[in-house]
């Protein structure tokens, strides 16, 4: 279509507040920002996207199952019959009954399970979200500055997270946690965060790459509107779906990660409570397979519940997918 | 074609050295190679000054990573501090050994999750599209050590129930068979299905998510148009430009994979560069431990490099960028 | 046997007839109507205009009659697409793939995308003939397509021939789709939206292209388009479409000097007259309707300056009718009657003196 040389009727809205007509809810992915100021549609973005999501079978299943198990996690000293540490020698390897409310049994040293994995279940969740909140922070802004600046910044920046991805991951954050890390929770969070932004650093960048040459940041550069604010009102809340997507999923990553360093010896140590070294602890005693199941299976749940809630966030946050069904 | 080899060839080699560089740094800073050595009683303070002037510790770190490249370049890879027996021998014996886990593991991976990703493109909603879909939502989530645990407890529990040995769950070989026996293969079984299975998922995924993407666009619409049969249009245009992405993907999950035989070494007890890593590092085996970050570093870059020409063929638009 | 005009010419019989053709999409909000009950003829060697905007149905007509349409969730609820005496829609797979490609053939809107990137371009055009020619050897297909790009002024067609899609510019990519589509000297072209996705002057050289290649095969077309220039300049007749229906139809010449629908008389305003001086544009107010949720009666009634709301409008379908005498002619307006005597502002000055 061939723009108009002719000036449009005087009751089209001008350039100026053309920055005004994108709202962070009209900007989750609608492209034609003019013709959607015309439609009162901007406001319903977010109910969009919010039905979509509550119509997500599987998310709104995985959503109620983190609902309970964080729950369970958060306030594990009332949820818990036992406390992490009570040890029972009369009661020692246990298999799983409801006699004295030993679902999950006992250990070696008659130490209830269940209470020892709902415990574990609060670590991994406050891992799991330190590491996703303050790796998707850092992640943000270095996409930000390396995707909206370009140049040489975007260079050494982009230059730094490929090189990343050549390490051997779990290696480095092996050796990072047995070095640096001393057993300790929250310094393995941080180790872990550390590594983690590289990949919502990328997606970030796209985004500004792509968006920084768009009409309405021209017209809002036109306006005299600084850089900080473009990014922030304009380009930032058309991440907002990948950032979460991505930090959604983030959580379960970290959660994995933490468990697998642990497991090997490295990452929390006892007496904190972890998942992966109560896994780590069946290893002794095979046969009593709840030790090493019921944990693990713990993980699993969770880590499958956090993808289903990720999956249906992307589904309702992206636009792009067209899922058609018959 | 050929400036695009040898651009990404001489690409990767300042990746290789900073790579090195980096790792080099981290771990001196992070760990002091002689610490241990501090607390222990039989070395006298000047014991401890005359070792850290060996080696070279009073310096500061650029040249100390000279220093320890020559040293690599001449003596391969050095000693260790610890046991002050030379690195290399362990290193390329274990390599050896997680190579071949990890290889059969990987082609096993990619000839099925290729297969099954395009099936279940093509047959998008079917029943085995359905059920695919969730396995590989299951390997995605599951954490590569608890699989292996598993697994070795179901089929100790087949030994200890039926008395039948499928699969060994400890160690490389009984003693005096070799490397491409079938004893072998019943050791090596179980870590290579635990890392085959996690890979799977991946690559199912992606190879579906891949057809799909490639069914939809404009070019496989015009092969349609010009009356092409569904099958050649599947196969000659779909097929060849939905791989392209799963070389990427492939080339990145070499990270995970060694990743994933550190942990399946660990749970089955095999002699691999993996095993090494973790007792070395539990020892605090510093030179070790760098030793086995640069050459999974190597190993890993090169791959990059070779999916990287790989792209090259398959895509001609990035041989001209 | 010949069909007969109104006004006793021989006409030859037309290369394509479609009647009735419903085509629907179940989607999660609802079942889109895009294609409601079009009928319309394509005689040998015109050119057919079909003019709408986004959504008006008219890519999903001219797909869903080649069976590129989708087919969950698209459905060709009813219809007939005659060709060659044999139903188009009737047929089997196997069959319409033989049509496809062929002697229908069909050109795509963006070219960037519309060429397989990893293959050459060659290679792509030597494709569209072997598939239905399987028997000729390569290098006879080789020559042909080489032969093909240069008739549709591609510079060195030999060369060319060797190269990948990314290094042709858009317009050429454009004209080896236009070549690819006559490989096979296809008796009807379908070309939907082929310019706009390429610069204006680009356009006007693919245009070319197209009036040569025209010339050179004697294949009907219909030129699907939102381009009212483009239609003036290359079509001999017109069908207008909106809200998947038809609302008018004509020789291009009627339609644009003598429009007889609310909707063509709004298109015909909304464009600049580059002879005049004009304050402002004049868009038709609105929106397009929803093919979910369609008004109802006349799809076009809210937006109309005829209806003013009146019952006939909001309540009944309007049929697709003769207007002005002859049968050539037609409109869906209940009112199109009031239109006779109105002239758009491409019309010709009427003489002094009277006559129209």
Redesign the interface.
Request: glycine share 10%; hydrophobic share 55%; charged share 10%.
């Given at each position: 279509?061939?723009e108009?040389?002719?000036?449009?009727?005087p009751e089209k809205p001008s350039v100026e507040h053309l920055g005004d007509l994108v709202v962070p809810g009209m900007a989750l992915g609608v492209d034609n920002t003019y013709e959607a100021g015309l439609?009162l549609k901007a406001r319903s973005q977010w109910s969009y996207a919010r039905r979509r999501f509550l119509r997500h079978r599987l998310a709104m299943t995985g959503l109620v199952v983190l609902v309970l198990l964080f729950g369970a996690g958060i306030f594990a000293n009332l949820v818990a019959p036992y406390s992490f540490e009570a040890i029972d020698l009369t009661n020692v390897l246990q298999g799983p009954t409801t006699v004295a409310h030993h679902f999950f049994g006992t250990d070696e040293i008659g130490r209830d399970f269940f209470s020892r994995v709902i415990f574990g279940i609060r670590t991994s969740m406050e891992v799991g979200v330190f590491v996703a909140f303050v790796s998707s922070i850092i992640g943000v802004i270095v996409g930000a500055v390396s995707g909206y600046y370009g140049g040489w910044i975007d260079n050494i920046l982009m230059r730094i997270t490929?090189?990343v991805?050549?390490?051997?991951?779990?290696?480095?954050l092996?050796?990072?946690a047995?070095?640096?890390g001393q057993g300790s929770q929250w310094r393995v969070s941080v180790i872990l965060a550390l590594f983690f932004w590289t990949g919502l650093a990328r997606i970030v960048r796209g985004v500004f790459l792509s968006l920084r040459e768009k009409e309405y940041v021209e017209a809002a550069k036109a306006a005299g509107s600084g850089d900080i604010r473009i990014m922030f009102r304009h380009i930032l809340p058309n991440t907002l779906g990948p950032i979460v997507v991505n930090g959604t999923l983030s959580v379960?990553a970290a959660i994995?990660v933490e468990?697998?360093l642990s497991?090997?010896?490295?990452g929390i140590k006892p007496p904190t409570p972890s998942l992966?070294s109560l896994?780590a602890s069946?290893?002794q005693f095979?046969q009593k397979?709840w030790i090493?199941?019921f944990p693990?299976l713990t993980?699993?749940v969770i880590?499958?519940a956090i993808?289903f809630v990720g999956d249906g966030l992307r589904d309702a946050l992206d636009p792009q997918q067209r899922?058609?069904?018959? | 074609m050929l400036t695009y080899i040898t651009r990404r060839i001489l690409y990767s080699i300042p990746?290789l050295i900073?790579?090195t560089f980096?790792?080099f740094t981290?771990?001196s800073l992070?760990?002091n190679p002689t610490d241990n050595l501090r607390a222990n009683p039989q070395f006298s303070v000047i014991t401890y000054n005359n070792l850290q002037h060996k080696y070279h510790l009073d310096r500061a770190i650029p040249v100390r990573y000279w220093f320890w490249v020559k040293d690599a370049v001449e003596h391969k890879l050095g000693s260790s501090l610890v046991t002050s027996q030379p690195i290399w021998p362990d290193i390329s014996r274990t390599m050896g050994h997680t190579a071949q886990v990890i290889i059969i593991a990987e082609i096993l991976a990619l000839i099925l999750g290729v297969a099954v990703g395009i099936f279940s493109a093509i047959r998008q909603?079917s029943p085995f599209d359905y059920f695919f879909t969730s396995a590989s939502?299951?390997g995605?989530?599951?954490?590569?050590?608890?699989l292996a645990?598993?697994l070795?407890?179901l089929f100790?529990d087949i030994y200890l129930k039926w008395h039948v040995r499928i699969f060994y769950t400890a160690g490389l070989n009984n003693p005096g068979q070799g490397t491409w026996s079938f004893d072998r293969l019943q050791h090596i079984g179980l870590p290579v299905i635990t890392l085959t299975i996690i890979s799977f998922a991946l690559y199912s995924r992606y190879m579906r998510a891949s057809m799909l993407d490639v069914i939809n666009t404009d070019y496989v619409r015009t092969a349609r148009a010009k009356g092409l049969p569904e099958s050649k249009v599947v196969m000659r245009h779909v097929f060849r430009n939905a791989l392209i992405p799963i070389v990427t993907i492939a080339a990145?999950n070499f990270?995970?994979l060694?990743?994933?035989a550190?942990?399946t070494e660990?749970?089955f007890s095999l002699d691999g560069m993996g095993y090494y890593?973790?007792q070395k590092?539990?020892q605090?085996d510093i030179y070790a431990?760098m030793a086995?970050?640069v050459v999974?570093?190597v190993i890993?870059?090169f791959f990059?490099l070779i999916a990287d020409i790989l792209y090259g063929y398959l895509d001609p638009r990035i041989r001209y960028e | 046997m010949h069909s007969t005009r109104s006004s006793g010419e021989f006409v030859p019989e037309p290369v394509l007839s479609i009647r009735n053709l419903v085509v629907e999409?179940?989607?999660?909000d609802g079942v889109v109507h895009a294609v409601d009950d079009i009928s319309y003829d394509v005689y040998p060697g015109e050119t057919l205009g079909i003019v709408g905007e986004s959504g008006s149905g008219k890519s999903v007509s001219t797909m869903s009659i080649l069976g590129l349409i989708p087919q969950?969730?698209g459905r060709i609820a009813s219809g007939t697409a005659m060709f060659k005496g044999k139903d188009l829609l009737k047929m089997k797979k196997r069959e319409l793939r033989r049509v496809r490609g062929d002697e229908v053939a069909m050109i795509f809107q963006d070219p960037m995308t519309s060429l397989n990137p990893v293959l050459k371009v060659g290679y792509q055009l030597g494709e569209a003939i072997k598939t239905h020619y399987p028997k000729e050897p390569n290098d006879k297909v080789k020559s042909r397509v080489i032969d093909l790009l240069r008739l549709v002024g591609v510079p060195n067609p030999e060369s060319r021939y060797d190269n990948y899609p990314h290094e042709f510019s858009g317009g050429m990519r454009q004209r080896a789709m236009i070549a690819m589509s006559i490989a096979n000297s296809p008796s009807l072209l379908i070309a939907d939206e082929p310019t706009?996705a390429l610069d204006?002057t680009i356009q006007a050289q693919v245009l070319e292209v197209l009036k040569r290649v025209q010339a050179e095969t004697e294949a009907a077309t219909i030129l699907i388009t939102?381009?009212l220039g483009i239609v003036a300049e290359l079509c001999e007749r017109v069908i207008v479409m909106y809200g998947g229906k038809i609302v008018e139809h004509g020789d291009v010449h009627t339609i644009f000097q003598n429009p007889r629908h609310p909707y063509t008389i709004g298109l015909m305003d909304s464009l600049?007259k580059l002879t005049e001086d004009?304050?402002?544009?004049?868009?038709i107010p609105g929106?397009p309707p929803s093919l979910i949720n369609r008004p109802p009666g006349c799809a076009f009634h809210p937006r109309c300056f005829l209806s003013q709301g009146r019952l006939p409008c909001r309540e009944d379908v309007p049929a697709l009718r003769a207007i002005d005498g002859g049968s050539d002619h037609k409109s869906a307006c209940h009112f199109a009657e009031e239109l006779i005597g109105r002239h758009s502002k491409f019309a010709e000055p009427v003489p002094a003196g009277g006559a129209s």
């Open positions: 279509m061939s108009p040389t002719v000036p449009v009727h439609e490929d090189l991805l050549t390490l051997p991951a779990l290696a480095i092996l050796t990072a047995a070095l640096l379960g994995i468990a697998a497991f090997l010896g490295f992966g896994i069946g290893q095979p397979w090493t199941v693990g993980l699993l880590v499958i993808n899922r058609v069904r018959a | 990746v900073v790579s980096l790792i981290f771990v992070a760990g909603y939502f299951l995605y989530a599951m954490p590569t050590f608890w645990l598993l070795q407890i100790v990145l990270g995970g060694l990743g994933g550190i942990v660990s749970v890593f973790i590092l539990g605090l431990v086995y970050l999974t570093s890993i870059i990059n | 999409f179940r989607t999660e969950p969730p706009t204006v939102h381009d600049p004009e304050e402002w544009l004049r868009p929106q």
